[in-house]
């Protein structure tokens, strides 16, 4: 008898692939969703790691020529046509303000630096939609993927003991099947949340780092700018 039971648990295919075509539609679409769900957490985990390096690279570069003693309006005339980083933009945006500020007299309109730091912080603020930008979407995943896998495991648990029922016997070879369908949706709903939440805090801190060192830059920009607006006015 035991010896029955094992050949025909034997005889089943549990194959990723044969467990998941002998789910039922429901749990087959739970675990498509969690799979598509899985697929696009690593683009953007690639993405996002790509996007923070190429940021860190472009603002340590700038950052280097900025601080090297070069005229603003040199730099800014080498940079206002190719702005490819964060820094180079709020850098240009600040000091296209202060061109338009500059009247025909060489006066400086009134609230010329109010004008600068809303120009500056409007691309910050864009550069932070930026990189921020789709790791809502691995916190999401990372919470509610386990509960997805969750409902399919139950679900599929369910028709086990339906299919139990329905064959009046509750033996291995029956009950087997069912139960490793089930769990295969509880085991992709952990690899798709696992991966999203590790990934989720790390490039979080990463984008921190990023815009943090932006702002202060930003800062410091602002005063140099702040400067310069009282020395035009000292002359005028």
């Known amino acids: 008898m035991e010896e029955n039971l094992l050949t ?53 570069l700038f950052l280097e020529e900025f601080w090297s003693g070069i005229p603003l309006e040199e730099l800014y005339k080498e ?35 109010t004008r600068i730091d809303r120009a500056m912080n409007v691309v910050l603020d ?17 919470s509610v993927a ?3 896998g969750l409902f399919g495991t ?11 029922a329905i064959q009046e016997s509750s033996n291995l070879a029956v009950v087997a099947p069912g139960i490793a369908e089930a769990l295969l949706a509880t085991a992709l709903g952990l690899l798709a949340a696992i991966p999203a939440v590790i990934f989720y805090n790390k490039l979080s801190g990463d984008s921190q780092k990023v815009l943090g060192s932006v702002e202060e830059f ?16 000292e002359k005028t």
Not at 32 to 51: C, H, P
Not at 154 to 164: D, L, R, S, T, Y
Request: aromatic fraction near 12%.
């Open 126 to 142: 864009r550069w932070n939609e930026k990189l921020t930008s789709g790791l809502y979407f691995l916190a999401t995943v990372g």
């Open 8 to 60: 025909q648990t034997q005889a089943v295919d549990f194959s990723l692939i044969a467990l998941f075509f002998r789910a039922t539609i429901t749990v087959k679409l739970v675990m498509l969703v969690l799979v598509a769900a899985s697929f696009w957490s690593w683009s953007i985990i690639i993405q996002k790691s790509v996007d923070y390096r190429r940021a860190k690279k472009d603002k340590g």
């Open 154 to 164: 139950v679900w599929g648990i369910k028709n086990a003991f339906q299919e139990i």
């Open 218 to 233: 930003t800062e410091e920009f602002s005063v140099i700018m702040s400067r310069h607006i009282d020395m035009n006015r």
């Open 146 to 148: 386990p509960f997805v």
């Open 79 to 113: 940079k206002k046509d190719q702005q490819s980083g964060i820094c180079e933009q709020i850098f240009c945006a600040a000091m296209d303000e202060w061109h338009r500020s500059v009247a025909s007299s060489g006066r400086l309109i009134d609230g010329a630096q």
